[in-house]
Structures are given as C-alpha cells and as structure tokens.
C-alpha cells in the first residue's frame, strides 16, 4: 500500500536542504523547481535535482516543475524525467488541455528512456481562480484526452496560499475565505472517483500564528500556518482530523524548511 501522510517540499537549488529531506521519513519529498527557485537559476537547478533523484532515499521522489504556461516547464520535464522519479508536481493547472499536455509529454519520455509507461505519477495543483472554476473539467481530463495510454493522475493538490494570493485574500484563523475552493475541489475529485485531494498542512484556531508576508507579491498579507510549531501531537491530530471531516485525504504537504525530522507521519495517517 501506498502512503500519502506526508509530502516534504525542499528547494532544488539548495543542496544541503535537498540532501536533509532525502534523508527524512517523508513518504514522499518533492524536490521543488518553482516557487522557491528564481527565474535566472531554474535552468542550473535542474540537473542537481535529477541526479538528486537518482540516489538511494527513504520515500518517494517528486520534482515540482514550473507551470505549464510557463517557458521553463518544458525543460524541467526533459531534463529531470528519468527511472529515480517517482512524481511530478505540476503548479497552476487551469483546463484538461493541460494534463493533457504534460501526460502526453511523461508518456513520450517514459517511452524514450525504458521507463514503464504510466509509472510515473502525476499530481495537479490547482491553486487559482481559473483552475478552481474549471476544476470538474480539469478532473475529467481522463475521459476527454483523444490519445490511449495510462491515465496517471490519481489525486490533485490545493495550493491554498497561491489560491489565497491570486484572489487578493485575507486569510484567517479560520481560513473561511478558502472553504468554498476546498469544498469545490473534494466533490470534482469524488464525482470523478479519485483519491481524496491532499492539502497544506493547517494549525487549528486556537494555535498561535502570525501573518507570513509573501515577497513579490503586492497584495494583503495572509495569515499562515508556521510548520515549525507542528511539535504537538494533539495538533497535528486535529490537523489530520479537521481535514478529513470536509473530505481531503489524511496527509499533509510541509514547507521546504521543515527539514529538522520533525513530520508527523504518525498523526497524519488513518485513524482506527
């Protein structure tokens, strides 16, 4: 059985950060090629990812590519797709024509370079206006490509905080400017009979936080839960707990410099 408890992000171009969550017990770690690398340094970024990847690991190997309207996204596949990848996350899919696209594309490098084809899995995150719209249609994509093949899509992601900036939103304790999106998200993924989506890591209402402003991006500050604090079982139940309750899987997606072997794969699994 797979498991999906936790997702450990770590920046590409960060070595030492890299090698740290490679080492963690992480279900999986994505090695990330977008947010966290700027624009000048994403193509040096790509090879220390790939061969990253090849070494041996506790869990699964991601790599977040760059958005497939972006002019980085073809090279990121190109360049890191090879038999240690496990996953690609892909940012800001807004329409089917985009799985579509990057599907066919993993399909043809699988084929190219002796990789089983639909192995590698392939994880959407929807993380805008647009996307959350359109998301029953991005989540029909499987029945609207017109090529054959594996279908590789098995879940999606929400992006809360892009969401949340891509709106302009000030989000609360409470976090209910995004209980629609989310809710959205859970019954396209259902009505699709997917796995249940997986979501940021969340602190319950009564924990301590403090806005994170996000650089770059002129809009209100959002308030954000800090993974540093994830030390308290009892919060990281409610985490688990609080999610699964509006339909998203028992798992969680860690900031990059959650790195310190502090996941909380024991809280964030299926409760009995």
């Known amino acids: 059985m797979t498991l999906n408890r936790s997702?450990?992000?770590?920046?590409?171009n960060v070595a030492r950060?890299?090698?740290?969550?490679?080492?963690?017990?992480?279900?999986a770690v994505i090695l990330d090629l977008?947010?966290?690398?700027?624009?000048?340094?994403?193509?040096?970024?790509?090879?220390?990812?790939?061969?990253?990847?090849?070494?041996?690991?506790?869990?699964?190997?991601?790599?977040?590519?760059?958005?497939p309207s972006s002019p980085?996204?073809?090279a990121d596949l190109v360049e890191t797709i090879h038999q240690g990848v496990d996953g690609v996350v892909l940012p800001k899919v807004e329409s089917a024509a985009d799985l579509h696209a990057i599907d066919w594309l993993i399909a043809a490098l699988e084929r190219s370079r002796g990789i089983a084809e639909g192995s590698i899995d392939?994880?959407?995150?929807?993380?805008?206006?647009?996307?959350?719209?359109?998301?029953?249609?991005?989540?029909?994509?499987?029945?609207?490509?017109?090529?054959?093949?594996?279908?590789?899509?098995?879940?999606?992601?929400?992006?809360?905080?892009?969401?949340?900036?891509d709106l302009g939103l000030t989000v609360g304790p409470e976090e209910e400017p995004l209980a629609e999106a989310r809710a959205r998200i859970v019954l396209a993924s259902r009505a699709a009979g997917m796995e249940s989506p997986i979501d940021r890591t969340a602190v319950p209402a009564n924990a301590p936080r403090e806005p994170i402003p996000?650089?770059?991006?002129?809009?209100?500050?959002?308030?954000l839960p800090i993974s540093r604090r994830f030390k308290s079982?009892?919060?990281?139940?409610?985490?688990?707990?609080?999610?699964?309750?509006?339909?998203?899987?028992?798992?969680?997606v860690h900031p990059s410099w959650n790195t310190r072997g502090d996941l909380p794969d024991s809280a964030m699994g299926p409760s009995v």
């Open 122 to 165: 392939l994880m959407p995150l929807i993380e805008t206006a647009a996307g959350v719209q359109r998301v029953d249609r991005v989540l029909q994509a499987r029945s609207l490509r017109p090529y054959p093949g594996p279908w590789r899509v098995r879940r999606v992601c929400f992006g809360a905080a892009d969401y949340a900036n």
């Open 17 to 27: 950060r890299v090698e740290k969550a490679l080492a963690l017990e992480a279900d």
């Open 233 to 252: 079982a009892t919060i990281r139940r409610a985490t688990r707990d609080g999610t699964a309750r509006i339909g998203f899987s028992r798992s969680a």
């Open 34 to 67: 977008e947010d966290s690398v700027a624009p000048g340094d994403k193509a040096a970024t790509r090879k220390p990812v790939a061969e990253a990847l090849r070494r041996p690991r506790r869990g699964r190997g991601y790599v977040r590519v760059n958005a």
């Open 72 to 74: 980085f996204c073809y």
């Open 7 to 12: 997702f450990l992000f770590a920046p590409g």
């Open 214 to 223: 996000n650089p770059g991006r002129p809009i209100t500050p959002i308030a």
